[in-house]
Protein backbone atom coordinates (compact mmCIF):
# COMPACT_ATOMS: atom_id res chain seq x y z
CA UNK A 1 0.00 0.00 0.00
CA UNK A 2 1.70 3.40 -0.83
CA UNK A 3 1.97 6.24 1.24
CA UNK A 4 -0.11 8.19 0.64
CA UNK A 5 -2.86 5.54 0.68
CA UNK A 6 -2.17 4.84 4.29
CA UNK A 7 -1.91 8.20 5.33
CA UNK A 8 -5.63 8.66 3.71
CA UNK A 9 -6.60 5.86 5.94
CA UNK A 10 -5.43 7.09 9.21
CA UNK A 11 -6.82 10.41 8.59
CA UNK A 12 -10.51 8.60 7.27
CA UNK A 13 -9.76 6.62 10.73
CA UNK A 14 -9.71 10.36 12.69
CA UNK A 15 -12.60 11.12 10.65
CA UNK A 16 -15.03 8.31 11.31
CA UNK A 17 -14.24 8.54 14.92
CA UNK A 18 -14.75 12.52 15.14
CA UNK A 19 -18.11 11.63 13.29
CA UNK A 20 -19.20 8.87 15.64
CA UNK A 21 -18.69 10.66 19.00
CA UNK A 22 -20.44 14.22 17.05
CA UNK A 23 -23.52 11.68 16.41
CA UNK A 24 -23.77 10.76 19.37
CA UNK A 25 -23.83 14.18 21.02
CA UNK A 26 -26.17 15.39 18.38
CA UNK A 27 -28.71 12.73 19.09
CA UNK A 28 -28.42 13.37 23.09
CA UNK A 29 -28.99 17.23 22.41
CA UNK A 30 -31.23 17.14 19.53
CA UNK A 31 -34.16 16.86 21.69
CA UNK A 32 -33.08 19.49 24.39
CA UNK A 33 -32.45 21.70 21.34
CA UNK A 34 -35.96 21.68 19.67
CA UNK A 35 -37.77 21.88 23.01
CA UNK A 36 -35.49 25.04 23.76
CA UNK A 37 -36.41 26.24 19.78
CA UNK A 38 -40.42 26.02 20.88
CA UNK A 39 -40.13 27.78 24.26
CA UNK A 40 -38.32 30.40 22.38
CA UNK A 41 -41.20 30.79 19.78
CA UNK A 42 -43.42 30.46 21.99
CA UNK A 43 -42.16 33.10 24.43
CA UNK A 44 -42.59 35.54 21.24
CA UNK A 45 -45.94 34.15 20.51
CA UNK A 46 -47.33 35.06 23.88
CA UNK A 47 -45.72 38.76 23.37
CA UNK A 48 -48.20 39.04 20.93
CA UNK A 49 -51.30 37.30 22.23
CA UNK A 50 -50.86 37.29 25.85
CA UNK A 51 -54.39 35.96 26.15
CA UNK A 52 -53.51 32.97 23.99
CA UNK A 53 -53.42 29.59 26.01
CA UNK A 54 -52.32 27.19 22.79
CA UNK A 55 -50.55 28.06 19.83
CA UNK A 56 -50.99 25.05 16.80
CA UNK A 57 -49.10 24.95 14.25
CA UNK A 58 -50.82 24.96 10.91
CA UNK A 59 -47.86 25.87 8.26
CA UNK A 60 -49.43 22.78 6.36
CA UNK A 61 -52.30 25.05 5.75
CA UNK A 62 -50.78 28.26 5.15
CA UNK A 63 -48.57 28.63 2.02
CA UNK A 64 -46.34 31.96 0.83
CA UNK A 65 -48.04 33.28 -2.36
CA UNK A 66 -44.72 34.70 -3.10
CA UNK A 67 -41.62 31.88 -4.12
CA UNK A 68 -39.07 34.62 -3.29
CA UNK A 69 -40.66 34.62 0.37
CA UNK A 70 -40.78 31.43 2.54
CA UNK A 71 -42.48 30.95 5.79
CA UNK A 72 -40.49 29.26 8.25
CA UNK A 73 -43.90 28.55 10.40
CA UNK A 74 -46.89 29.40 10.71
CA UNK A 75 -49.22 29.33 14.28
CA UNK A 76 -52.71 29.76 14.97
CA UNK A 77 -53.66 31.35 18.33
CA UNK A 78 -56.14 30.16 20.21
CA UNK A 79 -58.46 31.10 23.80
CA UNK A 80 -60.75 28.18 25.14
CA UNK A 81 -60.62 26.54 21.70
CA UNK A 82 -61.52 29.90 19.93
CA UNK A 83 -59.23 31.42 17.26
CA UNK A 84 -57.81 34.75 18.36
CA UNK A 85 -55.05 34.88 15.53
CA UNK A 86 -52.78 34.24 13.11
CA UNK A 87 -48.84 34.63 13.57
CA UNK A 88 -46.55 34.07 10.36
CA UNK A 89 -42.44 33.73 10.59
CA UNK A 90 -41.18 34.75 7.12
CA UNK A 91 -37.84 35.02 5.58
CA UNK A 92 -37.21 36.70 2.45
CA UNK A 93 -34.29 38.82 0.91
CA UNK A 94 -33.98 42.25 1.98
CA UNK A 95 -30.43 44.13 1.56
CA UNK A 96 -29.18 40.61 2.79
CA UNK A 97 -31.63 37.95 4.14
CA UNK A 98 -34.48 39.21 6.91
CA UNK A 99 -36.93 37.13 8.85
CA UNK A 100 -40.13 38.75 10.19
CA UNK A 101 -42.41 37.70 12.78
CA UNK A 102 -46.20 38.88 11.89
CA UNK A 103 -49.24 38.51 13.92
CA UNK A 104 -52.90 38.87 12.51
CA UNK A 105 -55.97 39.78 14.24
CA UNK A 106 -59.49 37.32 13.44
CA UNK A 107 -60.86 40.86 11.38
CA UNK A 108 -58.30 40.37 9.39
CA UNK A 109 -55.90 43.41 10.59
CA UNK A 110 -52.11 43.27 10.94
CA UNK A 111 -51.37 43.82 15.05
CA UNK A 112 -47.42 44.44 14.56
CA UNK A 113 -44.34 42.30 13.50
CA UNK A 114 -41.34 41.91 14.93
CA UNK A 115 -37.56 41.60 13.23
CA UNK A 116 -36.83 37.96 14.39
CA UNK A 117 -33.36 38.35 12.09
CA UNK A 118 -31.51 40.03 9.53
CA UNK A 119 -28.32 40.22 8.30
CA UNK A 120 -28.67 43.75 6.99
CA UNK A 121 -26.32 47.14 7.77
CA UNK A 122 -26.39 47.36 11.47
CA UNK A 123 -27.81 51.20 12.15
CA UNK A 124 -29.53 51.18 8.85
CA UNK A 125 -31.35 47.84 7.63
CA UNK A 126 -31.94 46.83 11.24
CA UNK A 127 -34.02 49.61 11.24
CA UNK A 128 -36.78 47.83 9.68
CA UNK A 129 -37.62 46.44 12.75
CA UNK A 130 -37.92 49.70 14.89
CA UNK A 131 -40.29 53.19 15.05
CA UNK A 132 -41.14 54.55 12.68
CA UNK A 133 -40.69 52.57 10.03
CA UNK A 134 -42.98 49.18 11.82
CA UNK A 135 -45.17 51.75 13.24
CA UNK A 136 -46.92 51.77 9.45
CA UNK A 137 -47.88 48.40 9.50
CA UNK A 138 -49.59 48.36 13.25
CA UNK A 139 -53.31 47.79 12.67
CA UNK A 140 -52.87 47.77 8.90
CA UNK A 141 -55.88 45.63 7.03
CA UNK A 142 -54.14 42.29 5.06
CA UNK A 143 -56.45 43.96 1.68
CA UNK A 144 -53.79 46.85 2.05
CA UNK A 145 -51.14 47.22 -0.99
CA UNK A 146 -48.19 47.52 0.87
CA UNK A 147 -45.93 49.29 -1.70
CA UNK A 148 -43.46 51.48 -1.30
CA UNK A 149 -44.13 54.91 -2.38
CA UNK A 150 -47.00 54.26 -2.32
CA UNK A 151 -48.81 53.34 1.74
CA UNK A 152 -45.70 52.33 2.84
CA UNK A 153 -42.53 54.86 3.75
CA UNK A 154 -39.13 53.83 3.22
CA UNK A 155 -36.12 54.57 5.82
CA UNK A 156 -33.82 57.30 4.59
CA UNK A 157 -30.54 55.26 3.20
CA UNK A 158 -31.81 51.72 3.44
CA UNK A 159 -34.83 51.53 0.64
CA UNK A 160 -33.85 47.76 -0.13
CA UNK A 161 -34.31 46.75 3.34
CA UNK A 162 -37.56 48.73 3.47
CA UNK A 163 -38.74 46.80 -0.03
CA UNK A 164 -37.68 43.74 1.01
CA UNK A 165 -39.40 44.10 4.65
CA UNK A 166 -42.56 45.09 2.61
CA UNK A 167 -42.43 42.12 0.23
CA UNK A 168 -42.44 39.83 3.10
CA UNK A 169 -44.75 41.71 5.11
CA UNK A 170 -47.32 41.94 2.11
CA UNK A 171 -46.96 37.70 1.41
CA UNK A 172 -47.50 37.15 5.18
CA UNK A 173 -50.73 39.67 4.95
CA UNK A 174 -52.15 38.35 1.73
CA UNK A 175 -51.99 34.43 3.31
CA UNK A 176 -53.23 35.47 6.52
CA UNK A 177 -55.99 37.07 4.51
CA UNK A 178 -56.73 34.01 2.98
CA UNK A 179 -56.72 31.54 5.86
CA UNK A 180 -58.89 34.11 8.01
CA UNK A 181 -61.59 34.42 5.19
CA UNK A 182 -61.26 30.05 4.72
CA UNK A 183 -59.57 30.07 1.66
CA UNK A 184 -56.13 28.87 2.69
CA UNK A 185 -54.06 27.87 -0.18
CA UNK B 1 3.69 18.51 41.69
CA UNK B 2 5.59 21.85 41.52
CA UNK B 3 6.22 21.38 37.82
CA UNK B 4 2.38 20.78 37.73
CA UNK B 5 2.04 24.20 39.31
CA UNK B 6 4.22 25.79 37.19
CA UNK B 7 2.83 24.75 34.03
CA UNK B 8 -0.63 25.67 35.57
CA UNK B 9 0.53 29.25 36.49
CA UNK B 10 2.51 29.75 33.07
CA UNK B 11 -0.82 29.91 31.51
CA UNK B 12 -2.72 32.24 33.78
CA UNK B 13 0.33 35.08 34.14
CA UNK B 14 3.98 34.22 32.84
CA UNK B 15 2.44 33.07 29.08
CA UNK B 16 -0.94 34.32 29.60
CA UNK B 17 -2.40 34.19 25.76
CA UNK B 18 -4.41 37.37 25.65
CA UNK B 19 -1.61 39.55 27.51
CA UNK B 20 1.56 38.31 26.94
CA UNK B 21 0.98 35.56 23.99
CA UNK B 22 -1.33 37.70 22.06
CA UNK B 23 -3.16 35.05 20.88
CA UNK B 24 -6.87 34.64 20.10
CA UNK B 25 -7.91 38.29 20.15
CA UNK B 26 -10.64 38.43 18.05
CA UNK B 27 -13.62 36.34 19.65
CA UNK B 28 -12.21 38.23 23.13
CA UNK B 29 -12.40 41.78 21.86
CA UNK B 30 -15.79 41.07 20.41
CA UNK B 31 -18.02 39.47 22.80
CA UNK B 32 -16.60 41.28 26.17
CA UNK B 33 -19.45 43.25 26.15
CA UNK B 34 -20.93 41.70 29.10
CA UNK B 35 -19.63 39.67 31.68
CA UNK B 36 -21.36 36.67 30.95
CA UNK B 37 -20.46 36.58 27.84
CA UNK B 38 -17.01 36.56 28.62
CA UNK B 39 -16.89 34.16 31.00
CA UNK B 40 -19.22 32.04 28.81
CA UNK B 41 -16.72 32.25 25.92
CA UNK B 42 -13.99 31.33 28.80
CA UNK B 43 -15.23 28.62 29.52
CA UNK B 44 -15.97 27.11 26.58
CA UNK B 45 -12.98 27.56 25.17
CA UNK B 46 -10.98 26.24 27.90
CA UNK B 47 -13.51 22.99 27.78
CA UNK B 48 -12.43 22.85 23.95
CA UNK B 49 -9.10 23.42 24.83
CA UNK B 50 -8.18 20.84 27.54
CA UNK B 51 -10.19 17.91 25.32
CA UNK B 52 -8.37 18.74 22.56
CA UNK B 53 -5.15 18.57 23.94
CA UNK B 54 -5.33 15.71 26.52
CA UNK B 55 -6.38 13.70 23.08
CA UNK B 56 -3.93 14.90 20.73
CA UNK B 57 -1.57 13.93 23.43
CA UNK B 58 -3.23 10.56 23.88
CA UNK B 59 -2.42 9.95 20.26
CA UNK B 60 1.02 11.53 19.72
CA UNK B 61 2.79 8.48 19.02
CA UNK B 62 0.28 7.34 16.42
CA UNK B 63 -0.42 10.46 14.76
CA UNK B 64 1.65 10.64 11.55
CA UNK B 65 3.85 14.16 11.34
CA UNK B 66 2.45 14.81 7.79
CA UNK B 67 -0.99 14.64 7.95
CA UNK B 68 -1.18 16.23 11.85
CA UNK B 69 -2.21 19.68 11.54
CA UNK B 70 -5.76 17.84 9.56
CA UNK B 71 -6.16 15.71 12.47
CA UNK B 72 -5.88 18.46 15.42
CA UNK B 73 -8.42 20.49 13.19
CA UNK B 74 -10.80 17.46 13.28
CA UNK B 75 -10.28 17.18 17.02
CA UNK B 76 -10.37 20.73 17.81
CA UNK B 77 -13.45 21.09 15.54
CA UNK B 78 -15.53 18.24 17.09
CA UNK B 79 -14.82 19.59 20.90
CA UNK B 80 -16.45 23.03 19.22
CA UNK B 81 -18.87 21.52 17.57
CA UNK B 82 -19.86 19.20 20.74
CA UNK B 83 -19.91 22.55 22.94
CA UNK B 84 -22.07 24.64 20.59
CA UNK B 85 -24.65 21.73 21.19
CA UNK B 86 -24.14 21.37 24.79
CA UNK B 87 -25.33 25.51 24.59
CA UNK B 88 -27.65 25.26 22.46
CA UNK B 89 -29.55 22.48 24.30
CA UNK B 90 -28.50 23.68 28.03
CA UNK B 91 -28.15 27.27 27.91
CA UNK B 92 -29.61 28.89 24.82
CA UNK B 93 -29.98 32.44 25.89
CA UNK B 94 -26.32 32.55 26.23
CA UNK B 95 -25.57 30.57 23.21
CA UNK B 96 -27.41 33.01 21.26
CA UNK B 97 -25.98 35.74 22.73
CA UNK B 98 -22.31 34.29 21.72
CA UNK B 99 -23.69 33.62 18.30
CA UNK B 100 -21.17 32.81 15.91
CA UNK B 101 -18.03 33.27 18.70
CA UNK B 102 -18.83 29.79 19.53
CA UNK B 103 -18.29 27.64 16.55
CA UNK B 104 -14.88 29.98 15.90
CA UNK B 105 -13.52 28.83 18.61
CA UNK B 106 -12.02 26.18 16.12
CA UNK B 107 -9.97 28.68 14.29
CA UNK B 108 -8.96 30.54 17.68
CA UNK B 109 -5.05 30.79 17.42
CA UNK B 110 -4.75 29.65 21.31
CA UNK B 111 -6.32 26.22 20.72
CA UNK B 112 -3.84 25.28 17.76
CA UNK B 113 -0.95 26.89 18.83
CA UNK B 114 -0.90 25.09 22.14
CA UNK B 115 -1.89 21.86 20.33
CA UNK B 116 0.79 21.75 17.80
CA UNK B 117 3.46 23.60 20.56
CA UNK B 118 2.95 21.50 23.88
CA UNK B 119 0.07 18.96 23.45
CA UNK B 120 1.73 16.84 20.34
CA UNK B 121 5.04 16.63 22.37
CA UNK B 122 4.19 16.30 26.07
CA UNK B 123 2.24 13.83 28.36
CA UNK B 124 -1.07 13.71 29.12
CA UNK B 125 -0.73 14.79 32.66
CA UNK B 126 1.30 17.58 31.52
CA UNK B 127 -1.29 18.66 28.99
CA UNK B 128 -4.17 18.79 31.29
CA UNK B 129 -2.22 21.37 33.84
CA UNK B 130 -1.40 23.81 30.59
CA UNK B 131 -4.65 23.31 28.95
CA UNK B 132 -6.50 24.21 32.20
CA UNK B 133 -3.92 27.54 33.00
CA UNK B 134 -4.42 28.77 29.58
CA UNK B 135 -8.01 28.28 29.73
CA UNK B 136 -8.74 30.13 32.56
CA UNK B 137 -5.67 32.37 31.96
CA UNK B 138 -7.86 33.47 28.79
CA UNK B 139 -10.73 33.17 30.72
CA UNK B 140 -9.79 35.87 33.89
CA UNK B 141 -8.81 38.61 31.31
CA UNK B 142 -11.62 38.05 29.19
CA UNK B 143 -13.60 38.51 32.56
CA UNK B 144 -12.01 41.49 33.43
CA UNK B 145 -12.08 43.07 30.38
CA UNK B 146 -15.83 42.39 30.37
CA UNK B 147 -16.31 43.45 33.80
CA UNK B 148 -14.66 46.86 32.53
CA UNK B 149 -16.61 47.34 29.26
CA UNK B 150 -19.87 46.22 30.61
CA UNK B 151 -20.06 48.71 33.55
CA UNK B 152 -18.60 51.72 31.74
CA UNK B 153 -20.30 50.69 28.72
CA UNK B 154 -24.00 50.08 30.04
CA UNK B 155 -23.45 50.73 34.01
CA UNK B 156 -24.45 47.20 34.59
CA UNK B 157 -22.61 43.97 35.66
CA UNK B 158 -24.24 40.84 35.21
CA UNK B 159 -26.95 42.58 34.00
CA UNK B 160 -27.74 44.23 37.34
CA UNK B 161 -27.98 47.79 36.93
CA UNK B 162 -24.94 49.59 38.94
CA UNK B 163 -24.31 52.74 37.67
CA UNK B 164 -26.96 55.10 36.77
CA UNK B 165 -27.75 55.25 32.93
CA UNK B 166 -27.00 58.56 32.12
CA UNK B 167 -23.05 57.67 33.12
CA UNK B 168 -23.18 54.92 30.34
CA UNK B 169 -20.19 55.59 28.33
CA UNK B 170 -21.55 54.38 25.11
CA UNK B 171 -17.22 54.80 23.70
CA UNK B 172 -16.71 51.49 25.99
CA UNK B 173 -19.47 49.01 24.56
CA UNK B 174 -17.86 49.57 21.09
CA UNK B 175 -15.08 47.59 19.35
CA UNK B 176 -12.73 50.57 20.02
CA UNK B 177 -13.78 50.56 23.38
CA UNK B 178 -12.48 46.91 23.57
CA UNK B 179 -9.41 47.63 22.10
CA UNK B 180 -8.98 50.81 24.76
CA UNK B 181 -9.52 48.49 27.55
CA UNK B 182 -7.59 45.40 26.18
CA UNK B 183 -4.25 47.74 26.01
CA UNK B 184 -4.88 48.96 29.05
CA UNK B 185 -4.89 45.72 30.54
CA UNK B 186 -1.72 44.51 28.96
CA UNK B 187 0.05 48.35 29.92
CA UNK B 188 -1.13 47.24 33.18
CA UNK B 189 0.29 43.64 33.25
CA UNK B 190 4.02 45.09 31.95
CA UNK B 191 3.53 47.32 34.67
CA UNK B 192 3.23 44.44 37.56
CA UNK B 193 5.92 42.38 35.34
CA UNK B 194 8.66 45.06 35.67
CA UNK B 195 7.67 45.80 39.33
CA UNK B 196 8.33 42.59 40.56
CA UNK B 197 11.14 41.96 38.35
CA UNK B 198 12.82 44.88 40.27
CA UNK B 199 11.61 43.43 43.42
CA UNK B 200 13.39 40.50 42.70
CA UNK B 201 16.51 42.11 41.45
CA UNK B 202 16.82 44.44 44.12
CA UNK B 203 16.29 40.83 46.55
CA UNK B 204 18.44 39.41 44.60
CA UNK B 205 21.09 42.07 44.38
CA UNK B 206 20.47 42.51 49.01
CA UNK B 207 21.34 38.09 49.15
CA UNK B 208 24.65 38.54 47.35
CA UNK B 209 25.77 41.47 48.87
CA UNK B 210 25.04 39.74 52.28
CA UNK B 211 26.53 36.73 51.54
CA UNK B 212 29.88 38.69 50.45
CA UNK B 213 29.59 40.53 53.42
CA UNK B 214 29.66 37.59 55.69
CA UNK B 215 32.31 35.97 53.39
CA UNK B 216 34.53 38.85 54.33
CA UNK B 217 33.92 38.60 58.01
CA UNK B 218 34.76 34.95 57.76
CA UNK B 219 37.99 35.92 56.06
CA UNK B 220 38.62 38.51 58.91
Same mark, same amino acid.
Given at each position: MSNAMKLALVLSAYAVAACIGLAFV????? *??????????????????? *???????? @???? @??? *????????? @??????DGAFIGLLIQATGATYKTSTLLSAFSPDGRMLR?????????? #?? #?TKIGVSPFADQFVNKSVADDFRLGGDIQAISGATISSRGAADILRASAQAAGLYINGGAL | ? %???????????? %? &?????????? !??? $?????? $???? =?? =????????????? &????? !??RKI????????????????????????? %????? /?? $? %? /??????????????????? &??? /? $??????????DALGMGLGYTW?????? !??? &?? !? =???CILGFRILPEDLSIGFFAQSPGGFFVFGFFIALNVAIKRAFGKKREASATEASAGAATDGKERDE
Open positions: YNLTA *PLIAQAEEREAFAAFSEFF *PDADAFTD @VSGA @VAS *PDSRIAFDR @VFRAEKFTLSSTTDTA #GL #G | M %KHYAALFANGLF %K &ENPLLVLMIG !LCS $SLAVTT $SVAN =GI =GMGLAMTFVLLMS &EVIIS !LFIPDSIRIPVFIIVIASFTTIVDLCM %KAYTP /AL $S %K /AMGVFIPLIVVNCIIMGRV &EAF /A $SKKTVDEVIFVLTGIS !LVR &EL !L =GAG
